[in-house]
């Protein structure tokens, strides 16, 4: 009998996350749990999370990622300098002319909300770069774990 994804076990358990019930994970009743039947082994502490943003700032071997953490403050003060931006736009554009500022007022947004989207797509993708070499190295250091238990089980 094959369960949902995220339908409690037998006994009300829930499977860690990413893990179905389909995949093993809950013991069959009335038998000694076996090693297959445990839950993956918890995420070892990545090095990289562990140190501080000034910590990952000066680290000059370049193994933690100052992106991730700093993304959100970069996004924010780049979204306040395109809107500053614009409102200078807009009033130079008045003191120009009246209507150089009617027109900056109403179209002038438009740059700025497609420079946003670029800065957007552009954090996006150094994050989704940096976190996809944090789970390479995560899924190296799982393999290299699973190789040293394999080879102490022969």
Do not use: C
Not at 51 to 78: C, E, M, N, P, R
Request: glycine letters at 10%; a neutral charge.
């Amino acid at each position: 009998m094959t369960q949902p994804p995220g339908a409690p076990g037998p006994s009300g358990q829930q499977p860690p996350e990413g893990q179905h019930p389909q995949q093993g994970y809950y013991p069959q009743q009335g038998r000694q749990p076996s090693p297959q039947d445990q839950p993956p082994h918890p995420q070892q502490s990545n090095a990289v999370e562990a140190k501080g943003f000034f910590g990952a700032l000066f680290d000059f071997s370049f193994q933690s990622f100052v992106t991730v953490k700093f993304a959100t403050f970069i996004y924010i003060v780049l979204l306040v300098f395109l809107v500053l931006g614009w409102l200078f736009m807009v009033i130079g554009g008045f003191v120009a002319d009246t209507w150089v500022g009617v027109l900056a007022l109403l179209l002038g947004w438009i740059p700025a909300v497609i420079y946003l989207i670029l800065i957007r797509v552009m954090l996006e993708f150094y994050i989704a770069m940096i976190r996809t070499s944090q789970n390479t190295a995560g899924t190296r250091i799982e393999i290299e774990s699973l190789r040293r238990e394999m080879h102490q089980r022969r």
